[in-house]
């Protein structure tokens, strides 16, 4: 499987198969007869190719490796970035709160 992922990806070739998905649609829990008429009663559930989503996640290790050594996103950027973690962000937005307060500045947040 791994030859096979690799292969593509150095080929640059995404085969149409692993674009192809089957979706499922369940019943949500507790949704009563009439609640059944509305579309909101369903959830769709899709099933990929098990190859495309390796692949996928391969190219975004890479692009996400690849904009690190670039240094091309801004240093506050924290989603979806290797070692910034939940912390990290509480930590930012509380430093520049108290950072406002220090020099007399109402600080809110949305």
Not at 22 to 43: F, H, M, S, T, W
């Amino acid at each position: 499987m791994t030859y096979i992922v690799e292969t593509s990806y150095k080929l640059g070739y995404y085969p149409s198969r692993w674009k192809e998905a089957i979706v499922c649609v369940l019943r949500k829990p507790g949704k009563i007869v009439n609640d059944q008429k509305e579309a909101g009663a369903y959830r769709p559930v899709v099933l990929l190719n098990i190859a495309g989503k390796i692949m996928e996640a391969l190219i975004a290790l890479k692009l996400s490796e690849a904009v690190e050594r670039a240094r091309t996103l801004p240093k506050l950027q924290i989603g979806f970035r290797a070692k910034r973690l939940t912390d990290l962000v509480i930590r930012v937005v509380t430093d520049i709160v108290y950072e406002s307060w220090s020099r007399g500045v109402i600080a809110s947040l949305l």
